[in-house]
């Protein structure tokens, strides 16, 4: 073989190997970035713990100081700071932002039309029917709570703990979402909402809330979600019984404080639903091919020690479909 046809071999040979390592270069390039999501709670690391969101994570193969890293930000339950830290967030250009925070909508806590947003409450947008699905939101997706529909049931299972109950406190945070569902489903039941809405500062509403509820006679109460109620929730445990009113909850945390009961979606499985809609923007999927969820687990927790003090009986029927009774 002369010279020049061993030299046109040789360059035929490493031609289609340097070819195939172009793509294989670029996915080693790709597979050695590290990701970077912000987590944005509304509470504290203890009121919405990001635990069961991390180790989702890790077991769809995502590891902090490894393929990622995890900016969180805690607004200590003070609305104005969830919205500073937001603002915060956006300009950390983040690859994906997670907004844990009950009843606070992600469009207005974080104000980015660009970067990924999972959240687990949304904003129907202004026109659309009650019923219409929901539907990612420009760069906002997630798990939806169903806030309206849950509140709905919360005081349908309030009315069967307390057949003879007619007059009930709902505790809300000022500026939380719309009433409306939750007032069709009282009229339906035959009971009287009364509100009474928190501001800022929330202790100093709070106190002001019960001297008020002090003045008129209350069957039951009834508390909404959101994440400074959440983060004060042994302040409203506690006033909520020195006025001797059986209430219901949004989540377990307050029944584990000395509440009644509560009726939710599992924090912990809304926590890694979200953790499995970051995984899929990360791997390439866009915020309008991904359905917003719902939740798959909802949780009914019954305190019974907190039913004898308050000299109530729970119904058999009741104790037999929760989820847990704490004794």
Sequence with gaps: MSSLDATRR???????????????????????????????????????PSEPFVQQLRKLGWTEGQNLTIEYRWAEG?????????????ALNLDVIVVSAPSTSASLAVPTRTTPVVTSTFDRPLGAERDSPLRPLQNVTGVNIMAGELMAKQLQLLREALPGARRVVVLRRKGNYSFGQLQEAATILGLRLVRFEIGLPEIDELVAAEK???????????????????????????????RKLPAIFPSRDYVESGGLMSYGPSTADIQRQMAQVVDRLLRGTKVADLAIEQPTKFE???????????GLTVPQSLLLRADEVVQ
Excluded: C
């Design 212 to 242: 008020e509820m002090a003045r008129d006679k209350f069957d039951a109460a009834l508390v909404e979600s959101h994440h400074a109620l959440l983060h004060h929730r042994r302040f409203v445990v506690d006033l909520l019984a020195r």
């Design 10 to 48: 040789r360059f035929v040979t490493r031609v289609p190997l340097a070819i195939l390592a172009v793509p294989l270069l670029a996915h080693a390039q790709q597979a050695r970035k590290v990701w970077r999501i912000g987590y944005l709670g509304g509470g504290s690391p203890v009121t919405t």
């Design 78 to 90: 003070g609305a104005d700071r969830l919205y500073d830290l937001g603002r915060e967030m956006t």
């Design 300 to 310: 009914l927790v019954i305190n019974q020690k907190t039913a004898k003090g308050l």
